[in-house]
């Protein structure tokens, strides 16, 4: 079929109509204006899973001949949320009451994680786990597995058969952990290494080397994951730090040769560019220097800090422009109270508060998009419109509960400076109901029949 010129070709391509909102730069260093894209009534061309166009309706849909446009008039259509942090088999035991990090660990999370060892039990819950992400707007995660390898091939079968592109590994944990939990520094990185060549780079899928923090590998087996970086140079490291202050004394006092929490991880060769470490809640300013040099990402995971009790990152430390480091949101259930990451933010708007800082609606966007992206090191195919970036996009409704259609009753904004207090609401109010779909490679995930 030809193509007239000016004119898209129609072949496998969708186009959908909104207010398209994205971020194409870091509005905590730039102005909102210069960092914040919108198209009060835009189209958005899809082709082959990947965008193509976008632009305002008027002007892009006399180009399109008779391709069929998906109307979400009314509501405000955002890149993907991603999520830096999370653990699947963790979903069950959400609201876990009334321990601190390292207790909470071992009265509810290490029982809970034995269940993995069943490759049906924990399809169950990777099915169950990735059906909430999508109904939250989630399109993409750094995600935790369990010890157990059967548990990481769970997760990327649920997650292939989704077409989803999510980012897994198996824990890594060699002391310090029930014996039903522990592998050993050669076990873990032989079935580290087996799962990578299975999974990274298969359809969306990727591989993060994952001990579970420094208090349960031994050093051996934080050398050994180093290696694994070394031999298989795009996966990922991720793992947990300087959390709670509990924990920072204690890990202090297992590696005493070492400066503090992330020179253990430093010296073992594991802080990179390719390397996310969620919480740094207690991290010091020289911590924060060394991540920044070392172009590592931090998941800042504020409901979880709050449930825990942990603390509150400092995240105008994190972006200092000095030293800036990578920022992406967290839920980490299931130490997170909530799957949704507009309730995360929620939150996160709060941790600053309570801190005496700002943060403004797009930097929130920011953080839940592409911040998260540029975490991840995959801003080339997420976190915006830009054309050529693969199409998982989220449709948000600023009037989904009674509430809202209050706070929101002008409708979709014409300014910024409306968008800005329109988005404000959805930050602080909006949660799943929230989200009317969500897109998968231009294709509708959420809702599906069975929602
Ligand atoms: N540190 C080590 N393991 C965990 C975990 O499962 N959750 C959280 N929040 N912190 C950890
Ligand atoms: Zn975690």
Redesign the pocket.
Known sequence: MGTRPGQLSTQAATAIRGALLDCVADPFYQTETEAVRYIADGLLVIRQGHIEALGPYDELKPTLGDLPVVDYTGKLIVPGLIDTHI?YP?TGMIAAYGEQ?LEW?HCY?FPTERKFADAAYARSIADLFLDELLKNGTTTALVFAAVFPASVDAFFEAAEARNLRMISGKVMMDRNAPDYLSDTAQSSYDESKALIEKWHGRERLLYAVTP??A?TSSEAQLKLAARLLDEFPDVYLHT?LS?NVNEVAWIQSLFPQYQGYLDVYDQTGLVRERSLFAHGVQLTDAEFQRLSEAKAAISFCPT?NLF?GSGLFRIEQAKNPEYPVKVGLGT?VG?GTSFSLLQTTNEAYKVAQLRGQKLSAFRALFLATLGGARALCLEDKLGSFDPGKEADFVVLDPQATTLLALRNEAGIPLTLESLADLLFSLVIMGGDRAVTATYIMGELAYPTADD
């Open positions: 653990h963790q990090l660990l999370t579970r923090f208090g947990h959390e979880s825990l980490d130490a």
